[in-house]
């Protein structure tokens, strides 16, 4: 059986200013199963919280790190933790 699970990931490189945000919502749907958001931080990373099976969570994370995204994943750092619920879909801030 697939866990639910909470996954936080923080994206660096040249992320914000080049769809990367919107790309990530659209990776997310496309997965499916999936709830929370990503938002731009102001130290230039991108953040991404998603919630849901642990193997579509494992994809979210696969696509962020697999160099076809928009702009530069310089880097990909995540934690992983107890869903948390309050999302409706997969939103950008």
């Not at 199963?33 to 990373?45: A, E, S």
């Not at 919280?49 to 979210?60: D, I, M």
Request: proline letters at 2%.
């Amino acid at each position: 059986m697939d866990e639910n699970v909470r996954l936080t990931a923080w994206v660096r490189g040249r992320v914000q200013g080049v769809g990367f945000r919107w790309w990530t919502r659209a990776a997310a749907l496309e997965i499916g199963g999936l709830t929370g958001y990503t938002g731009n931080l102001g130290d230039g990373r991108v953040q991404v919280v998603a919630e849901g099976g642990r193997t579509a969570c494992e994809h979210l994370l696969d696509a962020l790190r697999a160099g076809d995204t928009p702009g530069h994943v310089a880097g990909v750092t995540e934690i992983w933790g107890e869903p948390r619920g309050g999302y409706n879909g997969f939103e950008i801030r």
